[in-house]
Every structure is written in structure tokens, then in C-alpha cells.
Nanobody, 125 residues
């Protein structure tokens, strides 16, 4: 059974940092990118960042570029999202996801087959 399990969320103050993890099990996902999405209360889920299998290519939501860093450790089958200088607008449930095609970095959630259950990030002002 394929599972993606996020962890690392929590309650922080504006300006703080958090590091989210996404551990995959049941499949290696060789060649597939890894992405993070988020859904704030009352809003639709939005793309945050994605990274290719090899880690060389990344893609970010404009508003987080320069503050968030996506990475992965394929030996551990785990992806990460380092979030620095957090703002209250970052408050959301964060989901990791794997796309339905290898060697792609789509930003539309319809292009993703596997999803984690999400981890809550709350940033107080």
C-alpha cells in the first residue's frame, strides 16, 4: 500500500521557520517529482513547490520563492519543505504529492496521483 505521510507542522510565530517532511512507503517513485500544496481555510488548494527526482530542478509559488526550499532524500524516500520567515498568510494544511508522470513538475493538482493526509501549519502574528 502506497502512503505519503507528512510531519513537522505546528504553531509558530511570524518570522519563524518550520521544516516539513513527507515520508513515502510502499513504492520508491523512481523518476517522479515530489510536490507540496497547501489549503488555507475557505480557500482552494494551491501549489507551493515541486522538485524533480534528482533534485536539480525546482518550481515555486511566486510568493514563497526565496523563503521556502524544497528538497528530497531519495535514499530515505522522503521529501522536505523548509519554510523560513513564515507569515500568517502561510497558515494552511500542507500536503505532499507525487505527480502522475515521471520527470515533470506540474503545478495543477489534477496532475498528481498520490497525496498525503496533510499537516497543519499555523502562523500567528
Amino acid at each position: 500500500q502506497v502512503q505519503l505521510v507528512e510531519s513537522g507542522g505546528g504553531l509558530v510565530q511570524a518570522g519563524d521557520s518550520l521544516r516539513l517532511s513527507c515520508a513515502a512507503s510502499g513504492r520508491t517513485f523512481s523518476g517522479y517529482g515530489r510536490a507540496w500544496f497547501r489549503q488555507a481555510p475557505g480557500k482552494e488548494r494551491e501549489f507551493v513547490a515541486a522538485v524533480t527526482w534528482g533534485g536539480r530542478n525546482t518550481r515555486y509559488l511566486n510568493s514563497v520563492e526565496g523563503r521556502f526550499t524544497i528538497s528530497r532524500d531519495n535514499a530515505k524516500n522522503t521529501g522536505y519543505l523548509q519554510m523560513n520567515r513564515l507569515e500568517p498568510e502561510a497558515t494552511a494544511v500542507y500536503y505532499c504529492a507525487v505527480p502522475d508522470e515521471q520527470y515533470t513538475l506540474p503545478n495543477g493538482e489534477d496532475n498528481y496521483d498520490y497525496w498525503g493526509q496533510g499537516t497543519q501549519v499555523t502562523v500567528s502574528s
